[in-house]
């Protein structure tokens, strides 16, 4: 019996696996119409498997040299002299388990091959008269590039060549790595290794110009999710609403294929195969609280680019509506890393588990950082009783404390850190039972949506920036809207007014609205 797994390649025969069939098909023809492309995604998204599964189709019609970069020492991409040995190496153990004659895979190893002049030479007797696709993997595991964008260049030159009708090459290219080849450059300059003399500037400006684009959706969407949960269903007779649950998974996800992997795993295995909405929400609490690699790598780039990390704070935190431009350097490397997305023309955060988890980390942050910032006299016990958590109580006490806390003297750190001051209050409270994300299609400047998840209850928070009276009934009635898509008949607001002077008490206190309650708090 198969199961869920989020290390490593996965075989169909083995694991639970969303069919890509549909995707290989779209990938292949790229390869039939001769293409180079590249394959950049996210880390954990799949790629391996994707090039594992299409190695399997190709082989009917081609050679495949299906070799990778993982675990290259440095000193291969040092001289040309390193890495050509090198690559012919690893095509030599690719081709051992290919139906290609040992003689042939033989005939690749030439230890005279020490420079890419030479190189293009052995490529061009050894792909002559025969249909060869060379897919490499993990093509930016090395930081050192300069070697590589040179052999890109000798692929580039080779492919101009043949469309002449004057060489003999590769039939088929495929790259596959987080960063794309088009902007490799971009990956020397955050790793601080060396720019291109002047002399290779067209060089490293269009080491891959002959690339087509790769278009292929590489994410799951709630249809293909659901053919998965089928075959386990079919397997453990669970009785679950399959549509119902994959609808959720993506939810959280955004069908990110290492998410939806973990989430299945945790039903699975520990949540007792209990397949439920609820337990959905259970799993996603899991994964926030729990360390990866995939969150590793997040928190590893946000902390290793200063610009990005204040970029996605403005944008998830302070609500900053922006334009997605992706050739904006700070847009293209946060979509580059997979935890930014084009939603309406906007940049957002990819997916509900990322926001929370960089919620999270933001908050943990500014509470390490400010402690003096902080509100710490309410306990778990003092808002759950029974299991229930008490949400007005919650927000009582925190206007309660805020007013103790808030100093026009600091006035500029509340204004920025107002809605951060507030998830700090709040984490401690719901952790281990509950959790919250940010609704980003929902977040600017003047206003940010908070879901919390405690237990079987869900509730809605809407926090302000005072901006008169006007926009108070505004607030209430896209507090409504939100409330009624949610299917909630009780809402929380909470407005910050920073004006300076007013007389600081908070004010508290119940609002019917349209057949609808909400508790209106401002500080």
């Not at 955060?349 to 933001?362: P, V």
Request: charged share 25%; proline share 2%; aromatic share 12%.
């Amino acid at each position: 019996m198969c199961e869920f797994n989020v290390t490593g390649l996965c075989i169909p025969e083995k694991h639970y696996m969303v069919n890509i069939h549909s995707k290989i098909k779209q990938i292949k023809k790229l390869v039939d119409a001769q293409c180079y492309f590249t394959i950049n995604r996210a880390r954990q998204y799949g790629k391996t498997t994707t090039l594992a599964c299409l190695e399997k189709i190709l082989e009917d019609e081609y050679i495949v040299l299906s070799i990778s970069f993982e675990g290259v020492g440095e000193g291969s991409f040092e001289s040309q002299e390193g890495f050509c040995p090198m690559f012919l190496r690893r095509i030599v153990r690719a081709l051992e388990f290919t139906p290609v004659s040992k003689m042939y895979a033989q005939e690749w190893l030439n230890n005279n091959v020490s420079s890419f002049e030479l190189l293009s030479d052995h490529i061009t007797r050894m792909c002559k008269g025969k249909k060869v696709v060379l897919m490499i993997d993990e093509i930016d595991k090395t930081s050192n590039n300069r070697v590589f964008i040179h052999f890109l260049g000798m692929l580039r030159d080779k492919y101009l060549a043949r469309n002449k009708g004057k060489d003999y090459t590769f039939h088929s290219v495929i790259l596959a790595g987080v960063y794309d080849i088009k902007n490799i450059k971009l990956k020397m300059i955050n790793e601080g290794s060396y720019l291109p003399a002047p002399e290779e500037n067209k060089l490293y400006n269009s080491p891959w110009n002959i690339a087509a684009s790769f278009k292929v959706d590489m994410s799951f969407n709630p249809r293909e999710i659901a053919a998965m949960l089928n075959e386990y269903e079919s397997d453990h007779h669970i009785g679950m609403d399959i549509m119902a649950i994959a609808e959720e998974i993506h939810n959280f996800t955004s069908g990110y294929p290492f998410l939806v992997s973990r989430i299945c795993q945790c039903l699975d295995e520990e949540l007792d195969k209990n397949w439920t909405l609820q337990a959905v929400q259970q799993a996603v609490n899991i994964i926030i609280n729990e360390q990866n690699m995939l969150f590793d790598d997040i928190f590893k780039n946000l902390e290793s680019y200063k610009d990005l990390y204040d970029f996605v704070y403005s944008v998830l935190i302070m609500g900053e509506q922006i334009n997605f431009v992706i050739n904006d350097p700070l847009i293209g490397l946060g979509a580059t890393f997979g935890f930014l997305k084009n939603t309406n023309g906007k940049v957002a955060i990819a997916n509900k588990i990322f926001e929370a988890a960089m919620t999270n980390y933001y908050v943990s942050k500014e509470y390490r950082l400010n402690p003096d910032k902080k509100i710490t006299k309410v306990l778990p016990c003092d808002v759950v009783q029974n299991g229930k958590f008490d949400m007005e109580l919650c927000l009582r006490k925190f206007a309660e404390h805020y007013a103790e806390l808030f100093s026009e003297r600091d006035i500029e750190f509340f204004e920025r850190h107002g809605r951060l001051l507030f998830l700090s209050y709040l984490k401690p409270l719901i952790n281990g039972h509950g959790f919250y994300h940010i609704e980003s299609q929902f977040t600017d400047l003047r206003r940010m949506d908070i879901v919390v998840d405690f237990g079987q209850e869900q509730f809605i928070i809407e926090l302000k920036l005072w901006h008169g009276e006007h926009y108070k009934q505004e607030a209430y009635q896209q507090l409504l809207g939100y409330m009624v898509s949610k299917n909630v008949h009780t809402g929380y607001l909470l407005t910050f007014d920073f004006r300076r002077g007013r007389h600081k008490q908070p004010h508290v206190g119940w609002v019917d609205f349209e057949g609808k309650r909400i508790f209106d708090v401002v500080v």
